[in-house]
């Protein structure tokens, strides 16, 4: 018992008692919040009520493919007059009429995943890799039901698929709703529910490990990463939050056996939401594209362009007529905000123009020649321009004589010769210096440069002769710059800027 001013007793031992009490009140001020650390990283005590919840929406997905069937083994060549010459003509005859006969019949295989009901009119979601390429489809639920799907739409990018099936009309589904996936922090419990090895629902809990992961999957690559066990058979299957809310599609694992280890990725549910609405309202995806080839800010291309620190997406090229170019934004500009969203780096550009709504006007924020400015811009459709964006522009320039040529960089550089223009196949409109020597084991070689290639620009001021580029190199080195940006291009017009040291 904690004692009042009126009640602490009176004599020697007053102080001592008075003591006590502070040092019990401090313990119990302290005890509080170890207690509710404690509650916290101990982890939910059970996820049973949650799990029964949200158990019925998540299913199995089946599939079946027809294969053809392998072709017979050719016959053999065998020399002239071989005692087995005979033997083989005849075995491989009969092997040819079995083919002609139907002996070699083609043959279904067939996969399974994960998925869950989004809708109880019969909406699917799973991902696209487990449906692809397949001729039928069935979705089997947890109560031993299967009913046969058909394909709404898919999206190869972020790797999801839409199905729907038929219900019968007095057995509705259970259906799940997608959560906020941005409100998840590292560290927050998750549960990912799924088919693993064909076992059927099979329910593991773990946390966020990590967000925004790259892991090479595609272009918009954000996925969730969580420790929470995914296997074989989970993919497509939902990852739950604690309110039984889908805040992620599970999609991949890092495993060298194909078992967890605890490393699993999830696409984010704030990601899959448009994808999934633009499949059920359109069949397709819709995204936003503005017609630009973008490449990393990196230290040194940011010291170059006084930046300060590296950040935002750099253009090195444009699609002619494009919205990017039409709104006036030019090869060279960095691109530091995006309808008021920050671009941190370039791969955060591609995510947030393809998540604006196509024909939108928006301000686009660049940074140009060291000055800030804002741009306004109309969004297009990247699925009408892909054709566009696919140009192969991208060939080795072949190994050329080097004519008389000043060095600079670890680079040989010459004026534009006819000569030169035809031996790397040079189109008639670039202008520039032409690289046609680079030193083995220089930046330039580390880099990427390559004999061939013309450097149109030094910091952003067209060069014609190699003259031009040593006087912009001397006034960069007065200003105290320790590297030059250059803009160079390919044969076939396809530029890209590279950051070079001046010394």
Excluded at 83 to 110: A, L, M, Y
Excluded at 255 to 276: D, E, L, M, Q, R
Excluded at 361 to 372: C, L, N, S, T
């Amino acid at each position: 018992m904690f004692l009042t001013p009126t009640q602490r007793p009176r004599g020697p031992f007053s102080s001592l008692s008075r003591r006590l009490a502070t040092l019990a009140l401090g313990a119990m001020v302290l005890a509080a919040p170890l207690a509710a650390h404690a509650a916290a990283t101990k982890g939910p005590d059970t996820v049973a009520d949650t799990a029964a919840q949200v158990m019925d929406a998540v299913v199995n997905i089946s599939t079946s493919q027809t294969v053809a069937a392998q072709r017979s083994v050719p016959t053999p060549q065998l020399p002239p007059g071989s005692p087995f010459e005979e033997f083989f003509d005849e075995f491989f005859k009969r092997r040819q009429q079995q083919d002609e006969n139907g002996g070699e019949r083609p043959r279904k295989v067939s996969s399974l995943g994960s998925g869950f009901v989004i809708d109880a009119s019969g909406l699917v979601v799973t991902n696209n890799h487990v449906i692809a390429d397949a001729d039928e489809i069935y979705v089997n639920f947890n109560d031993g039901s299967k009913l046969k799907a058909e394909l709404v739409g898919r999206d190869t990018k972020v790797d999801l698929a839409l199905l729907r099936v038929k219900p019968d009309a007095s057995k509705p589904l259970k259906a799940v709703k997608f959560g906020n996936s941005d409100a998840l922090r590292v560290g927050d419990w998750v549960m990912a529910v799924g088919n693993p090895f064909g076992l059927g629902g099979t329910l593991t809990v773990g946390v966020i490990s990590a967000r925004n992961r790259d892991i090479n999957a595609g272009p918009y690559d954000n996925f969730l990463q969580t420790d929470a066990a995914i296997n074989r058979g989970n993919s497509g299957g939902p990852l739950f939050n604690m309110d039984g809310d889908v805040i992620g599609i599970n999609t991949a694992i890092i495993s060298p056996s194909g078992g967890s280890i605890g490393i699993g990725f999830a696409v984010p549910s704030n990601t899959a939401i448009p994808v999934v609405q633009q499949l059920r309202d359109f069949g397709e995806t819709r995204r936003g594209w503005i017609g630009v080839r973008i490449q990393q800010v990196t230290d040194d291309i940011a010291e170059s362009l006084s930046l300060g620190k590296a950040r935002g997406a750099l253009v090195g090229g444009l699609t002619d007529d494009g919205p990017a170019a039409k709104a006036g934004i030019k090869a060279g500009d960095v691109i530091v905000a995006f309808d008021g969203k920050e671009v941190k780096d370039m791969r955060s550009l591609p995510i947030v123009v393809a998540d604006t709504a196509v024909d939108k006007e928006v301000d686009v924020v660049v940074i140009r020649k060291g000055k800030q400015e804002t741009l306004r811009l109309k969004v297009g459709r990247l699925e009408e321009s892909e054709k566009v964006e696919q140009a192969a522009l991208e060939k080795k320039a072949p190994e050329a004589a080097k004519p008389a040529t000043t060095k600079l960089m670890g680079l040989d550089l010459s004026e534009i010769t006819a000569d030169l223009r035809t031996k790397f196949k040079l189109k008639d409109e670039i202008k520039g210096v032409m690289i046609t020597g680079v030193d083995s084991g220089s930046a330039a070689a580390d880099k990427g440069i390559k004999p061939g290639l013309v450097i149109l620009e030094v910091n952003q001021e067209a060069v014609s002769t190699p003259q031009d580029i040593q006087k912009r190199l001397e006034a960069l080195k007065k200003d105290g710059r320790k590297s030059a940006l250059l803009m160079v291009s390919d044969p076939n017009g396809q530029v890209q800027f590279t950051a070079m040291p001046i010394d």
